[in-house]
């Protein structure tokens, strides 16, 4: 099966992940695996996306358990010798009015956000074959809360030298001054979904310069983005978007077209390139 080009989604069986696997069928030439961690709620997503005429396949993944990320990993290179589209979408944000500690809050948050999309990434990156895509799904509130952040923070999270090790560091610092009640005064903001997803920024920047490194030539490209605000069981009613208008960004970083040189290695909201 190396012929066939393959996209998988990580987290996709609701929300802005489903119809990022709907933009998917609908627009890329190959395999596309919508994933979960539960596989009845897996098969529920796919039969819908049937109904609707397209036809996603299913793979398990728990982006939480080592052993879960790792048996996607073989089955991708036994199956199709690689993998040409990677979208880390999997991600949870405790509810404003949500009273469980923020300490708590913090650490639930980073293991899955952060660490999770870390993990996937680490296992799943040799993969990705020639011209390949990945992208990271991140947000808006990631250049928020840096701003948020001390200058001492700004500075670190800004450098084009972090390493992913000083990164994860640094998110493991966050927890452990937010279980000690003294994150706002060593520095952070008070969001542990925003410095998550700054976790998650930052993390594609440092991907992006180490693939530029180790694969250049192979024209493959990174980025992380915004969706939006998005009607989602996470944002809530209220939000501007539906999930199908949240995806746009997504699938149309997931399939540049080969020879494509930027965005790269960048933040990106509706299209365009965010700052950092």
């Keep these: 099966m190396s012929g066939v080009r393959v996209a998988v989604v990580t987290g996709s069986n609701k929300g802005i992940g489903l119809a990022i696997v709907r933009g998917l069928c609908q627009q890329f030439q190959g395999d596309v695996y919508l ?31 080592p052993a879960s990320i790792r048996s996607l990993r073989d089955f991708l290179k036994e199956k199709y010798c690689g993998l040409d589209v990677l979208i880390n979408n999997a991600g949870i944000a405790f509810k404003v009015a949500d009273q469980t500690p923020f300490g708590t809050q913090a650490e639930v948050t980073m293991k899955t956000n952060y660490n999770g999309t870390r993990d996937v990434s680490n296992e799943l990156l040799p993969l990705i074959k020639p011209n390949g895509r990945v992208v990271n799904v991140s947000s808006m509130v990631s250049p928020s809360a840096l701003a948020k952040c001390s200058p001492e923070l700004q500075e670190r999270f800004r450098s084009d030298s972090i390493t992913e090790d000083e990164l994860t560091k640094l998110m493991e610092k966050f927890v452990e001054d937010a279980k000690n009640g003294v994150h706002q005064k060593s520095g952070w903001p008070n969001t542990a979904y925003g410095v998550s997803k700054i976790g998650v920024t930052v993390l594609s920047r440092i991907q992006a310069r180490q693939l530029k490194e180790t694969r250049k030539g192979e024209g493959i490209i990174l980025n992380a983005c915004c969706p939006g605000w998005v009607r989602t069981d996470m944002a809530g009613p209220n939000a501007t978007k539906s999930p199908d208008e949240g995806a746009v960004t997504p699938v149309y970083l997931a399939l540049l077209p080969t020879g494509a040189d930027s965005p790269y290695g960048e933040l990106v909201s509706e299209k365009k390139v965010v700052p950092w």
């Design 35 to 65: 994933t979960a961690r539960n596989p009845k709620l897996g098969e529920e997503a796919v039969k819908t996306l049937n109904n609707e005429g397209l036809s996603p396949l299913f793979h398990q993944l728990d982006i939480n358990d």
